[in-house]
């Protein structure tokens, strides 16, 4: 990440309406399963805390992460996508 000329970072843009309508679906779908945060950060290489941050949509997926949770809750990557996308979150 390139830094201002202050040497500064600037800070993680908060993540768009397609991540958060994506995450608001997986978090639905945590929260009807008996998964757990620590499993599906396991299963997606994250700390309990950071899945939580996934899930509530405050950081972004990656293909990878979003893969990995999708198998743990039985879902589709392509689908949840696709829901996200026509229901406009």
Do not use: H, W
């Not at 998964?35 to 299963?43: E, F, R």
């Not at 979003?66 to 696709?82: D, H, N, Q, R, W």
Request: proline content about 4%.
């Amino acid at each position: 990440m390139d830094s201002d000329r202050f040497g500064a970072v600037p800070s993680q843009p908060r993540p768009g309406r397609l991540t958060r309508g994506v995450a608001r679906i997986l978090y639905e779908e945590y929260r009807a399963n008996s998964v757990t945060q620590t499993a599906l950060g396991d299963a997606a290489g994250v700390s309990q805390s950071q899945m939580s941050k996934l899930l509530r949509g405050d950081r972004t997926l990656n293909l990878d992460q979003l893969e990995a949770v999708c198998f743990m809750l039985g879902l589709s990557p392509g689908e949840v996508i696709t829901a996200a996308e026509v229901s406009g979150f």
